[in-house]
């Protein structure tokens, strides 16, 4: 009988935001699987570390540093082999996700691989969105507000659009565009309800006022524009 | 010494999504307040209940049926004051959230009335977004996507406009809207993207097509307008 591939919510950083849905599966599977730079360390096995009960298998998936090649293709055919390989020799297989699986995660690129074939579980896990508001200590959106995610590479049109026609708001994947997202914010009038939120949750958190943030930003930050946090009712 | 106010997470319905971290905050406190109907049993008290310790002192915020008094400023205000009294006395009280306390949750309601005279800790939880997408079984968001949140109560015009501009979207508070939410789908083609989902991760859980939603809808259900799955890179 062939194992089942879980999609394993790890959460935003902090070891202990994982569920005990989670931590129960991940102490229970025979392989992990997870994303790591071409080079070093994985951010996911670093989050789960504490929890790893010893002498499980682990599948790496080291992605290219090359912007041009990510994702690479052929990095994840390589690597649905593998754990494809693992679960028809019976054994379940859990990929350890960042946030939530089903939310931005890179678990897009195995599911679509896996899915048709063999039997996969996502145990939805605590999302840097949610993650970022509580380190910036105020609520997201309240009540019959409108929640926008708005990938930063988007065109200054397209995110201004997207900004006018929402009342709270998160830009991802700043990158090297995080100047430009102030700039747009600042031109809206959004720049006093914006927080700048890098690493939401690890011991390295960061909260900034807009005008501090730093560009480029690291891979972990988003910018959060808070609910007017007028309740209506 | 003042007591801490913990807006304690709790996640979407299962009791196993709750986290590492709630789990023992939850344990640890001598004293819970949660949501409850005015008359019956509160789910998030539900949600908790294999895991309290026992022994705890219970806050119970019983809203009023009514929708034209919801949320009653009343019922907040005496809520407030109760937990005051004790964060006071110098005991820490955890406020159970569904899902996560600041991504629409009722908890704004007690951070707005305690936040600045008194401590209070935001532990994210999961929220039934990623939950009902797990449920649904597809990805919610990839890549470059825009993700948009919109409240069925909106007017068509506004939910139109929104569901135009992103790629992804999720439908909440659908109540008596589920007819013209439906519509409006239609209209724009995306009927075959959306998922109609009820009670995620809950043991009465239903994901039905888009054509079978029932309407009115409960409290905890959503549409969600799926990416169209295309892995862009």
Chains 1, 2 share one sequence.
Do not use: N, W
Request: aromatic share 6%; net charge neutral; hydrophobic share 45%.
């Amino acid at each position: 009988m062939s194992g089942t591939l879980y999609g394993l919510g790890i959460g935003p950083g902090d070891p202990e935001l994982i569920t005990l849905k989670a931590h129960a599966i991940l102490r229970r599977v025979p392989v992990i699987a997870y994303p790591a730079p071409e080079q070093g360390e994985s951010l996911a096995r670093r989050i789960v570390a504490a929890h790893l009960p010893g002498g499980q298998r682990e599948i790496v998936i080291r992605m290219p540093l090359d912007a041009a090649r990510f994702p690479a293709r052929e990095v994840y055919d390589e690597a649905a082999h593998e754990i494809r390989t693992t679960l028809d020799r019976g054994d379940d297989v859990a990929a350890l996700c960042e946030g939530d699986p089903f939310l931005y995660g890179s678990f897009a690129y195995l599911f679509a691989r896996l899915a048709a074939t063999h039997k996969v579980i996502v145990v939805p896990g605590v999302s840097s969105l949610t993650a970022a508001a509580a380190a910036a200590g105020q609520p997201l959106a309240l009540q019959r507000d409108v929640l926008t995610v708005i990938p930063a590479p988007l065109s200054d049109d397209e995110i201004r659009r997207r900004l006018i026609a929402t009342d709270s708001a998160a830009i991802m994947k700043l990158g090297r565009h995080v100047g430009r997202v102030r700039s747009l914010l600042g031109e809206l009038g959004l720049s006093q309800r914006a927080h700048y939120i890098e690493h939401a949750t690890m011991t390295s958190q960061m909260v900034l006022p807009l005008a501090e943030a730093p560009d480029p930003a690291p891979y972990f930050s988003m910018i959060l524009v808070m609910s007017d946090g007028a309740l209506r009712r």
